[in-house]
């Protein structure tokens, strides 16, 4: 047990969040219990990861977990550990809520993005049919987030952007879509910023300088692609080319990244393959396993075309590997599925709370301490 590396995890606490500051010690050895000594709460070693409160094995909740993470159907897993079902949806759900948190706190921060292509895939679910809309980063292969509805709207698309914009820093920004004539709208709205004037009214909003659209629709003649139209949207064709040769080596406008990643999600949530009998019964569910699998994609699967070359004495190459957290420079090693789901997403910062008149000594020393 290392106190350096844990936080207090009391949301009323002013030292909630904050690691290595020493207000936190070892409480028990043999019950694994940490105190805080700000606010002489104890917590468990488990508190904010998976594994909190559960009572089976921990390896085994981390072999079951990625099993989960690469397709494997629940029922496989119920007859090979003897497990309850209900017990393996219950994990299921807690490490798709749980990746969903760490998605956002370390994928979810402003980055030079480049290029970016998004697409839909339609999922079909006990009773009815869904639609997963997906981003991804060209150059890491970072996958950006997911969003579903039911239906194929702008405000799937605008929801999705969203994700794509809390990513992206307002730097020249290429879009790869399909012809969904909601992107072009949904881009539009989202990536703009309000000009503050000082005056009465909500601010105008501005359009974010150098965002690039370009769509790749294709024809197809039963299930047979006859052609391709590629469509720039806005922006120049040299801008275009610019950006292009930056993210992914020169080419043509294209969604093929987006769609491997498809194929992808497909062969990992067992709810998505195509013709299965593995159907999601509820959207929640299909919702954590998209995060879920799309975190472990992120954070602890070597991708091929992201390794680079390290050159030896006598022309050989070296080859080191590369997530894509690490490519996107999240992180400098692969995660195990273990530390993904050990992760402890920090509390935000505590703040005094809102009283009428000056603020006492104590909440003066409390807020010196810990809030600058
Ligand atoms: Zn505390």
């Not at 879009?175 to 989202?190: E, K, P, T």
């Not at 003649?221 to 922006?235: E, M, T, W």
Request: charged share 20%; proline share 5%; aromatic share 6%.
């Amino acid at each position: 047990m290392d106190p350096q590396t844990v936080f207090c995890h009391n949301p009323a606490c002013p030292a909630r969040g904050q690691i290595g500051k020493g207000n936190i010690g070892v409480h028990s050895q043999k019950e694994r219990r940490y105190i805080c000594h700000e606010c002489n709460t104890t917590f468990s070693e488990g508190k904010g990861t998976v594994f909190y409160r559960l009572r089976t094995n921990r390896d085994v909740v981390v072999i079951v977990i990625t099993l989960l993470a690469h397709g494997c159907p629940i029922q496989a897993i119920v007859s090979a550990f003897g497990l309850d079902e209900r017990t393996v949806v219950n994990w299921q759900g807690r490490s798709g809520a749980h990746c969903q948190q760490v998605h956002e706190h370390l994928v979810e921060r402003p980055r030079d993005l480049g290029q970016v292509q998004g697409d839909e895939i339609r999922v079909k679910i006990q009773g009815g049919l869904v639609w997963m809309a997906m981003a991804v980063q060209v150059s890491t292969r970072l996958w950006l987030g997911g969003v579903l509805s039911t239906c194929r709207d702008t405000g799937l698309i605008t929801a999705l952007m969203q994700h794509v914009r809390a990513c992206a820093l307002c730097r020249p920004l290429l879009f790869c879509m399909d012809g969904c004539q909601a992107y072009i709208q949904a881009i539009r709205s989202v990536f703009r910023e309000p000009i503050h004037t000082g005056k009465a009214g909500s601010p105008r909003l501005r359009p974010w300088d150098g965002i690039l659209m370009a769509q790749v629709v294709k024809r197809y003649a039963g299930k047979r692609v006859i052609a391709i139209q590629r469509r720039l949207v806005q922006g120049t064709m040299d801008q275009v080319q610019a950006l292009l040769q930056r993210t992914q080596g020169g080419g043509t406008i294209n969604t093929a990244y987006i769609e491997r990643l498809n194929a992808t999600f497909r062969s990992c949530i067992a709810a998505l393959v195509r013709r299965g009998r593995a159907l999601a019964r509820q959207t929640t569910t299909l919702h954590g396993s998209m995060y879920l699998v799309g975190s472990v994609y992120n954070f602890c699967t070597y991708h091929r075309s992201l390794r680079v070359a390290i050159p030896l004495p006598g022309n050989r190459r070296h080859w080191v590997p590369r997530t894509p957290a690490i490519a996107a420079g999240i992180t400098d090693h692969r995660w195990t599925v273990e530390e993904l789901l050990s992760f402890r997403v920090p509390l935000p910062r505590w703040t005094p709370p809102k009283r009428r008149g000056r603020p006492s000594k104590v909440t003066k020393a409390l807020v010196a301490q810990w809030c600058s």
